[in-house]
């Protein structure tokens, strides 16, 4: 097939959700991100990771996990950043939508998670553990996904900045807790949004180092 590129409007629950998708020509792999807390489909960070995901061959979705009206909301009152129960029913929708799609329906699937997307997407994976073939979590908090953390069979790749203190020790807790195959690389002189230059570069390059390994 030649690359596709869409827009689209999935229906999860009682909700519909928008999300952009992109597939290479003839990919295999389909990465799906569960964005953190404020942020969107539109996330310049995320947008790049996904753009060098692309270049490696690998489908992208990026979508909101929100609706607009919840997004509204939760600026004004933060009552749907931490419903990780909520968020990771979204993205399991939004998976199992894809999986029963002809143009995506034979694609492996990996989750990419940022900051509180991380435990969705963690959460999620347990939900469909035949389904989701790798996670990689980003400035994430997977000990928001306390109760399942043994139960994540999916490799798992944690990537925290070694100027994000607090997140090193709530992953490495994490680990701890968590029985899959899994590596935690804490990437040096960098903070919580991997802001500094050439941080993101590097989130990318280990990201998809990971994804081909277990997606391609």
């Known amino acids: 097939m030649s690359s596709i ?13 928008k999300g952009n998708m992109f ?4 990919t295999k792999s389909l990465v799906i991100f569960a964005h953190g807390s404020g942020s969107s489909r539109f996330s310049p960070r995320n947008q790049y990771v996904a753009k060098e995901f692309n270049k490696a061959g690998m489908g992208t979705l990026l979508f909101d996990l929100l609706t607009p009206g919840e997004e509204e909301e939760d600026t004004l009152t933060g009552q749907y950043r931490f419903d990780i129960n909520l968020l990771s029913k979204r993205l399991v929708g939004v998976t199992k939508w894809l999986l029963n799609d002809p143009t995506t329906s034979k694609l492996k699937i990996g989750f990419f998670g940022a900051s509180t ?3 969705a997407a963690l959460i999620a994976s347990t939900k469909l553990p035949e389904e989701i073939s790798a996670v990689v ?12 953390l043994s139960q994540v069979r999916a490799p798992t790749l944690l990537l925290v900045g070694g100027w994000d203190e607090e997140v090193i020790s709530l992953n490495e807790q994490a680990q701890n807790r968590m029985k899959n195959e ?6 040096q002189e960098a903070t919580h949004l991997f802001e500094e230059p ?15 390994k277990y997606l391609q």
Do not use: H, M
């Open 137 to 148: 979590s980003r400035g994430g908090r997977p000990d928001l996904a306390e109760p399942f």
């Open 23 to 26: 597939l290479p020509q003839d």
């Open 182 to 187: 899994n590596k935690l690389v804490i990437i």
């Open 198 to 212: 050439g941080k993101l570069e590097e989130v990318a390059k280990l990201a998809t180092a990971w994804f081909r």
């Open 5 to 17: 590129q869409s827009a689209l409007k999935i229906p999860v629950e009682n909700v519909e959700v």
């Open 117 to 119: 997307g991380a435990a």
